[in-house]
């Protein structure tokens, strides 16, 4: 289930947007959630585990660029309409978030901005009942890998390892979603990455390394299902691997 609004930003452009932008909306997110369930919040948000939350989103910043401001890489926007789009596998979690932005319209701020919120539209559910789903990037997929050393490093399509690396946050995501202890059978899952690319986007201070496009994935109908509305890749929660079906 997935919902979009409208987010105006109040005054003319130009709009000076920080490139930590995801973790600002992610902390209207998690606030929404605290103010309408506390008991929701602790559920989720005791275990400080990523893989552990059921949402992705995907913030749409619209004629923007890269200036530089105050020694500091910012977006500059020269737009007052932005969108906002958010999905979840918990139908009452998302329910929290849609209340609480609903509440919040009066009095809501964001990057220093007084906002309005407009044009809430519930999406129909869609409905995902075979085992092969072509799955289109809405906010780009992040995977990593680990080094010899255990660093962890962002990678992209093109990195030989990219598909085993993303099979196993699929996995970690059932596991958290479906069963504790789901592993997948031989051939069980398949990830054709036929029309993707490289990206950078921004992440905190960082720019890092990331995958868009179309990637088909044959999987069993639940898992598939999961992918829909919680999203594919890590960091789901924080802005990345929000997905929609194409056919």
């Known amino acids: 289930m997935r919902f979009s609004v409208k987010i105006i930003l ?6 000076f947007i920080s490139t930590s932008y995801r973790k600002d909306v992610y902390a209207i997110i998690e606030k929404s959630v605290y103010n309408e369930s506390q008991r ?6 005791s275990t400080h585990d990523e893989t552990a939350l059921p949402f992705s989103f995907s913030f749409l910043i619209p004629q923007h660029r890269y200036v530089e401001k105050d020694m500091k890489r910012i977006i500059q926007c020269n ?20 209340n609480g932005l609903l ?22 559910l869609n409905l995902i009942n075979e085992q092969i789903v072509r799955f289109k990037t809405i906010s780009p997929i992040a995977v990593t890998k680990k080094d010899k050393n255990n660093s962890v490093h ?6 030989a390892s990219y598909i085993k690396n993303l099979q196993r946050s699929i996995e970690s995501l059932c596991r958290r979603f479906i069963a504790h202890d789901f592993t997948f059978k031989s051939d069980e899952l398949k990830i ?10 921004d992440y905190f201070s960082e720019i890092i390394s990331a995958t868009r496009g179309i990637i088909e994935i044959a999987a069993p109908i639940d898992v598939l299902r999961l ?21």
């Open 154 to 159: 962002f990678i992209t399509v093109n990195d």
């Open 227 to 247: 992918i829909h509305d919680a999203g594919l890749g890590e960091m789901r929660n924080m802005g990345f691997g929000m997905v929609e079906v194409v056919r």
């Open 192 to 201: 054709i990455p036929s029309l993707c690319s490289s990206t950078q986007t």
């Open 40 to 45: 929701m919040h602790q559920y989720y948000w």
């Open 103 to 124: 509440k919040s319209i009066q009095t809501q701020t964001l990057f220093g901005y007084s906002v309005s919120l407009k044009n809430f539209f519930f999406q129909k």
């Open 10 to 15: 109040d005054g003319n452009p130009p709009f």
């Open 79 to 98: 737009s007052n309409n932005l969108k906002f789009l958010f999905s979840s596998y918990d139908f009452e979690f998302l329910n929290h978030v849609y």
